[in-house]
């Protein structure tokens, strides 16, 4: 059974730094790309960012390139994320989400997903 | 905001088939890209609906189908039951964002 499970949220003050984790399960990890997928309190879906399954390709959405950095322990079956300058608008639930698809990954779809958590940004 | 854009709300009585829109461009749906829906029912994460446009996962009752023709996309859920209450969402990649983008979402109500 695939599991996700995020860790690592919680308050944080403007301009401050937070690291998530997922840890991953029951499907072989390094065989596959991944992606953080955030979601403000009462909004939609944003997608963040995504790595290869080697770790070599990362991508990030333009709202946080350059704060934000993905990366992956094929060794430990997890996956983080590297928040910093963070700012009011990246409050959110972050679910982390293992990807699929045939051919590029220009194609991918979301197949599992974690339950979240939630990073507040706040004075 | 999302390049993706899909009715704010449907609603339906049980037994009536409902359809959402997801309206793209030529940077997106329009290039090629694949189109897939998700599901969240309250309080819990996303689950995939629709994969490659019009592909349903394992699982998921085939009351639900997608289809996709030119810059835009469709859900449609067939025989409405009350457990469809949800948000749902298309997901596509845009060549000019270079990334994964989401539809605005669409709340369907169960009348």
């Known amino acids: 059974e695939v599991q996700l499970l995020e860790s690592g949220g919680g308050l944080v003050q403007p301009g401050g730094s937070l690291r998530l984790s997922c840890a991953a399960s029951?499907?072989?990890?390094?065989?596959?790309?991944m992606s953080w997928v955030r979601q403000a309190p009462g909004k939609g879906l944003e997608w963040v960012s995504a790595?290869?399954?080697?770790?070599?390709?990362?991508y990030y959405a333009d709202s946080v390139k350059g704060r934000f950095s993905i990366s992956r322990d094929n060794s430990k079956n997890t996956l983080y994320l590297q928040m910093s300058s963070l700012r009011a608008e990246d409050t959110a639930v972050y679910y982390c989400?293992?990807?699929?698809?045939?051919?590029?990954?220009?194609?991918?779809?979301?197949?599992?997903w974690g339950q979240g958590t939630l990073v507040t940004v706040s004075s | 905001q999302s390049v993706l854009t899909q009715p704010p709300s449907v609603s339906g009585a049980p037994g009536q088939r409902v359809t959402i829109s997801c309206t793209g461009s030529?940077?997106?749906?329009?290039?090629?890209?694949?189109v897939h829906w998700y599901q969240q029912l309250p309080g819990t994460a996303p689950k995939p609906l629709i994969y490659?446009?019009?592909n349903r996962p394992s699982g998921v009752p085939d009351r639900f189908s997608g289809s996709k023709s030119g810059t835009s996309a469709s859900l449609a859920i067939s025989g409405l039951q009350a457990e469809d209450e949800a948000d749902y969402y298309c997901?596509?990649?845009?060549?000019?964002?270079?990334?994964?983008?989401f539809g605005t979402g669409t709340k369907v109500t169960v009348l």
């Open positions: 989400a293992k990807a699929r698809g045939s051919g590029s990954y220009v194609q991918y779809y979301f197949d599992f």
């Open positions: 997901q596509s990649y845009d060549s000019s964002l270079s990334g994964y983008v």
């Open positions: 029951g499907f072989t990890f390094r065989s596959y790309a």
């Open positions: 790595i290869s399954g080697s770790g070599g390709s990362t």
């Open positions: 030529s940077s997106n749906i329009g290039a090629g890209y694949d």
């Open positions: 490659g446009n019009s």
